[in-house]
């Protein structure tokens, strides 16, 4: 018992020095590779800066930059990427934002306080214009880890509150949805105030976000069912997992479209997701939902309704970037032999028929 004692008495000193010297290495190795990737971020800015930028119009398109796009877009250089891929067919200027912004001033001078949250909620969802205070409230929620959009002080709250009270004004039509304050916070954080609106309102404009927005459930319900002739096509196991627990698209995919995934990603991921959503449009918004059923397909294929529903409508809290890109890239959005936007406008047709929104 003395000797067994000894001995490992004598062996803790060396176990804790090897344990100590692991650690060291495994900092020097996250040191290492946050230097490489620090400094292939700075290389790729710099590509994009002197060669790609200038460039636009002759270069967006080619290959090597399509290659460069699909890594991620530097942060220093993203948000002109966005401006330039979003494009401005509204025509929308600064002169514009202004005017709309000074209306959403004047509203909000006129606006009586409302007595309670609840009262301010009631009122926003009773008419498009008053929504104005809904936007508010609603500021305060978005990425509430975050300070930079609280009201006490965020550094970001102004600019935010002005971009969808601008919005509002310029499409009373639409007002200001729930949803609409984290796509506009991405915005924010990477452009600066008029060029964030002007991006935001052409992002909205799109026939899917519109679609949402407008809550045109005969458009989601085509879009949910473009979406699931692509998941049986991809994921023919999950797609019969989920058949059978009757967990349908829009449980998950409508806040995750809503925020354009800003809300259920980490945010440095997200913007990776916007960097090709900006590029290739609303497919690749249903080809990432896809890429993170196939992410994590082995964990759903086990889980009942319940589990599932809980899990995709409420993310890991951190979902890793270079496997989900992996898993997108071997998502094929080609079914019999047609490819997203046919398949779309294929069902869309059978609707228009009156035939079930479902067929294929």
């Known amino acids: 018992m003395e000797c067994a004692a000894l001995t490992f008495q004598q062996s803790t000193p060396i176990q804790v020095k090897l344990h100590g010297l692991k650690d060291a290495q495994k900092r020097k190795k996250q040191l290492e590779d946050r230097c490489k990737l620090e400094e292939s971020i700075g290389t790729a800015a710099q590509t994009w800066n002197q060669e790609i930028l200038p460039n636009w119009s002759t270069m967006c398109t080619s290959r090597r930059v399509r290659d460069l796009w699909w890594q991620g877009v530097p942060p220093s250089v993203r948000g002109k990427v966005w401006s330039l891929a979003v494009g401005n067919e509204l025509n929308i200027t600064h002169e514009l934002f202004n005017i709309c912004l000074a209306r959403a001033k004047e509203k909000w001078k006129t606006m009586p306080a409302p007595a309670s949250e ?47 009270g601008a919005y509002t004004c310029y ?27 002007i991006a935001f309102a052409n992002l909205l404009n799109k026939p899917c976000q519109m679609a949402f927005f ?84 082995e964990v759903l294929t086990r889980m009942d309704f319940i589990h599932m529903a809980q899990f995709l409508t409420r993310l890991p809290d951190l979902v890793p970037a270079e496997p989900l890109f992996q898993h997108i ?32």
Not at 185 to 191: D, E, Q
Not at 262 to 287: I, M, N, T, Y
Not at 330 to 356: C, F, Y
Request: glycine letters at 4%; one cysteine or more; charged letters at 25%.
């Open 118 to 164: 609840t009262e301010s909620e009631d009122a926003g969802l009773s008419d498009r214009e008053s929504s104005l205070e809904l936007i508010k409230l609603d500021i305060s929620r978005t990425f509430p880890n975050s300070a930079s959009f609280s009201r006490s002080g965020g550094p970001y709250y102004d600019m935010l509150h002005s971009i969808l």
């Open 214 to 297: 407008r809550v045109d459930h005969s458009l989601m319900l085509t879009y949910f069912a473009a979406f699931e002739v692509f998941f049986e096509e991809n994921l023919p196991k999950l797609f019969a997992h989920f058949k059978k627990n009757n967990l349908t698209p829009d449980i998950y995919l409508i806040d995750w479209i809503f925020t354009l995934y800003s809300k259920s990603l980490p945010l440095d991921l997200a913007c990776r997701v916007w960097d090709v959503f900006c590029r290739d449009g609303e497919e690749f918004l249903f080809r990432t939902a896809l890429g993170l059923l196939r992410l994590y397909q």
């Open 171 to 197: 499409r009373p039509d639409v007002g200001y949805v729930q949803g609409m304050s984290f796509i506009a916070a991405v915005l924010i954080l990477n452009l600066d105030t008029a060029d964030a609106f």
């Open 329 to 360: 890239a071997a998502i094929h959005m080609t079914s019999r032999n047609r490819k997203w936007a046919q398949v779309l406008q294929a069902l869309q047709k059978d609707q228009e028929r009156g035939s079930p929104v479902l067929k294929r």
